[in-house]
């Protein structure tokens, strides 16, 4: 796949170079929309402009909008005529209108929602009523939904009529008089059972449905535990707002996935590296600040020790075994954790089970490895004392690494804050400075200096 | 949800000690198989199969098999008659039923086989020929495929008297006299549509298609990108042999983005906290070995500078600092390069253009922490000369870090090794040592000891 984006790039470079408009024009209408928009991203906004004036199809500039990336759409929208994006919008999913409306300067944003047709306008404006990662900021509001007396036949015929714009249209949902959801069937039911059966002969009682305000990520677990291809959402008062579908539930897995690997790993949440070098550095400076500091503390704590440093100036030599198996063993301690809540296998209640085991894995991972590297000091140094205190301290610091790296982000994903940012160099900084600390106050403790 | 889970589990493992079977019929039939799966896993095998046999309905009973970890599911197969377990084969997807088979031992599959309806154990065993993680492993055999020259009111007939076990009936793929596929339309237009509509003519012929042996990701990634709810499989002659849907896709990203932050880790790529203390020992004690013997090689690059560092021993208390940071700028530039790589955001062909960015990068945040480093050493000790020896260490293990994290999972991709295995304690051992052998390098010339 990326080679022949590549290539696809690179031709649509040179063509544009030397304006072959036919042959650019041609290319354009070949390529699906999610692949340009790729292109787009290393296009200049002349470049951009220029190849988006040879589009014809507007549904393909729907879902090119869709496909952009924030920092190159905004720029982008901002420099067409109002006209044309009004145009695109009113073709395009509402959720995904209210998702780029969302983002858009306020001035831009009115002026646009005044210019599109009333009906799609308040849709919009209802939905960016919701939190951006909420059912409700995900979910289109464009659905079928039947009463329970329409038969087969009649719910055929109105889709022939009607909910043409409806972007899966999969599931039938049933309402009563309310608007409350009472039943959902399936187009596939439909042609299959007698057209005069009623559908509240066939439907499905058992609907799993969402609240507007539950967390994106728990709507995404819910499509993907049942298997659906869409969740229906409902507000405060049980009638039917929305759906969120299937793809969008892609879109948040891989979207989370993603920020949880970043957050560990101390990079901000969004994904930085097609960023310039200046915006890189500015989202991962901060980070590292933790790490600075923590190394300063670690710093200090030598420093206090530093009569017995220079008496047995040698114990300097473990300090990196010591901090490095330490860091290694947290990190495998907290992904776990982080990664088994994110995916459900853990959950906050079993906090103790969870931490009590990997203290144990710490402490069995801690003998084997503290054995082994006092075993390397012994074989060096001959003193049986530093052998054992430098066993001791990898023992500690493993154990010790291992309850931190667990507990810290069971402690936050139970008072509700995301635990991947417990993670990273928080927790690999603090497990540092204890890891120190400890080696030198067993070290001078055992060996009387 | 975690809480509605840990409840029902609560419950359901009283009444079954108290051999309560009417109260946990009724509570089984109103559990999703999904959740019944969750439960499961912490049942004892004599408990598993007493809750097993209160299912009444064999679909659930096949949902629940889906579900199921294999560490749970293995055992339970073979506890269970084999007349039972070919009978809840027989209901469930066929891809589904392949996997399973594919894990048990041979004794058992073949039994299992032997016993399955012709046609059934045919299309299991047409899919054990296929690679596990390809599109063949994932596909599903049961697809709707028609002529071309059937009209839109046959097909509705054809869906009503056949193919009512297909598992995603949206799609409806055209197919010529050999089984090439020509084109796709979807149950949607075929109610639209007048019933005597030919296929041809509503049918779009633009289908995208993968090959059988196509890597499970990039099948993933293309249903992603083009927010389809089916991609079609072809074998090596272009004949439409099974669909990947939607739902397995969700699970492959999910797998996929669980290994990957697993790999990075260091803690192998399946799902460790499920497991044992002892298994989960085993699997982590080789990953932290890269860093214990890194830590041993740091060990003795410090015992071959130990006599300048008897001449100042305040230069130990640097030691964790210069390690800290170039450990957690090696962590940010790998993560960026697997996570960008894994999405699609990096490609392999920018290799230089990659490296040299997180280089810049690298080379300003250490100029920043270097000088910041370095004004500390300098409050602390007064001595120039080990300011600056602080600073330029900092600042070379910063830009080298950087390098090395981003470099090494570069060139991994580049010869098709997977590169979240390149980064983590393999990664930070390397840059740990690169760090300490700098610092006593720069340290040791600038201080002239």
């Given amino acids: 796949m990326g080679d022949r984006n590549t290539i696809l790039m690179e031709s649509i470079k040179r063509l544009l170079r030397r304006n072959a408009v036919p042959h650019l024009r041609k290319i354009v209408a070949k390529t699906h929309a999610a692949d340009l928009s790729r292109i787009f991203n290393s296009l200049s906004l002349t470049e951009q402009l ?80 919701y939190e951006d990662d909420t059912a409700g900021g995900i979910m289109v509001p464009d659905f079928i939904a039947l009463s329970e007396d329409v038969t087969a036949g009649e719910a055929i015929k109105s889709l022939q ?19 409350n959801l009472v039943g959902v069937s399936s187009l596939r039911q439909l042609v299959v059972v007698l057209p005069e059966t009623p559908l509240k002969d066939f439907m499905v009682t058992d609907v799993f449905s969402v609240k507007t305000d539950m967390d994106q990520e728990e709507v995404a677990k819910i499509v993907a535990r049942y298997d659906i291809l869409a969740v229906p959402v409902v507000d405060e008062t049980n009638k039917l707002v929305g759906i969120v579908t299937v793809d969008d539930v892609i879109d948040i897995f891989r979207r989370e996935a993603t920020e949880d690997i970043l957050k560990m790993a101390g990079v901000g949440e969004d994904f930085v590296e097609t960023k310039s070098v200046i915006k ?39 300090i ?29 209640g079993e906090l103790w089970p969870v931490v009590f085991k990997e203290l144990s894995i710490g402490l069995i991972l801690g003998l ?46 139970k008072i509700e804050i995301d635990p991947a940012v417990a993670t990273g160099p928080f927790v690999t900084t603090a497990i540092d400075i204890i890891s120190v600390f400890f080696y030198f106050a067993i070290a001078t403790s055992l060996l009387g200096i």
């Avoid at 000091?377 to 001959?382: G, I, R, T």
Wanted: proline content about 3%.
């Fill in 50 to 129: 220029k190849l988006f004036s040879l589009i014809q199809d507007i549904e393909q500039k729907g879902i090119l909008f869709s496909e952009l990336e924030e920092d190159t759409l905004l720029p982008f929208v901002e420099a067409l005529k109002i006209e044309d994006v009004v145009a695109i919008f009113e073709d395009m999913p509402t959720d995904d209108v209210a998702d780029i409306i969302g983002k858009l300067p306020e001035e831009t944003s009115d002026a646009i929602l005044r210019k599109m047709r009333t009906e799609g306008s308040e849709e919009i404006e209802g939905l960016l009523r």
């Fill in 161 to 179: 009529k009607e909910h043409q714009d409806v972007e899966m249209p999969f599931y039938l949902y049933v309402i009563n008089e309310y608007g």
């Fill in 280 to 318: 890189s550095t500015r989202i991962r400076l901060p980070w590292l600040f933790a790490s600075c500091l923590g190394g300063i503390v670690a710093f200090f704590v030598i420093g206090y020790f530093e009569e017995s440093l220079r008496k047995l100036t040698y114990l300097a030599a473990f």
């Fill in 320 to 348: 990196p075994v010591i901090m490095g198996m330490g860091g290694n063993i947290g990190t495998q301690s907290s992904t776990i954790v982080v990664r088994g809540l994110a995916t459900g296998r853990i959950d906050t």
């Fill in 368 to 413: 084997v490895y503290g054995l082994l590297i006092g075993f390397v000091a012994q074989l060096k140094y001959s003193t049986i004392m530093l052998a054992i205190a430098v066993a001791s301290s990898v023992i500690c610091s493993m154990s010790v690494a291992a309850l931190v790296g667990s507990l810290v982000p069971m402690l936050f994903a």
